[in-house]
């Protein structure tokens, strides 16, 4: 533990759904905060991947139980303004072969700014990844929270989380809010049955 407080740059241990169960000071003092403040924050809401797509192959790679570094760029505004850009890694870790792993998760600063508008723009984000979109259609047509984990890959945990990141981003307060707004965002398709998502 010691060792792991004293390594110089950002370093957290995440759930394999990438929430911070360990941050080290380096990473907290990324937003001025202590290490503690940060447990069960969502490590890619505190560093911003500049391609959404590459997270989404990331995840499937470790729902297959593959042990390979991901590296992913990232960009983040830090407690004193300065907006920077980096590589996250994130390597799989654990006891055994067979348990679904944690991830060691590395920041490296690559480039900073202190005007906000000096890096460039991240390219805009789709309102719900395809995993997302497709959870959302089988919700809408009556799923439940198992037929949906079996038809995506997923757990029932990681179906779980999905439904609760969409809920924050949208501000919904329950699964049949979640399924109006994917309508009325055009996440999910309208006048067609059995429910599909928009593919574009």
Do not use: K
């Amino acid at each position: 533990m010691t060792l792991f407080d004293r390594i110089p740059m950002p370093v957290a241990v995440c759930d394999v759904y990438g929430s911070v169960v360990l941050a080290n000071p380096a990473l907290a003092a990324e937003w001025n905060a202590t290490p503690g403040s940060l447990r069960g924050a969502d490590v890619l809401d505190l560093f911003r991947p500049q391609e959404p797509p590459q997270i989404e192959r990331i995840a499937q790679a470790l729902r297959l139980r593959r042990r390979s570094r991901y590296p992913v760029s990232v960009r983040w505004e830090a407690a004193d303004g300065t907006h920077r850009h980096g590589e996250l890694t994130a390597d799989p870790v654990s006891d055994s072969p067979d348990a679904l792993p944690a991830l060691l998760v590395v920041v490296r600063v690559l480039g900073e700014s202190s005007a906000p508008d000096a890096p460039a723009p991240a390219p805009p984000t789709p309102p719900a990844g395809p995993t997302e979109a497709r959870i959302l259609a089988l919700l809408a047509g009556g799923a439940t929270t198992a037929r949906v984990a079996r038809e995506t890959g997923l757990t029932t945990d990681g179906v779980t989380y999905h439904l609760r990141r969409l809920s924050e981003r949208w501000r919904a307060a329950n699964r049949t809010e979640l399924v109006a707004r994917a309508y009325a965002l055009g996440v999910l398709r309208s006048g067609v049955w059995p429910p599909e998502a928009v593919t574009e």
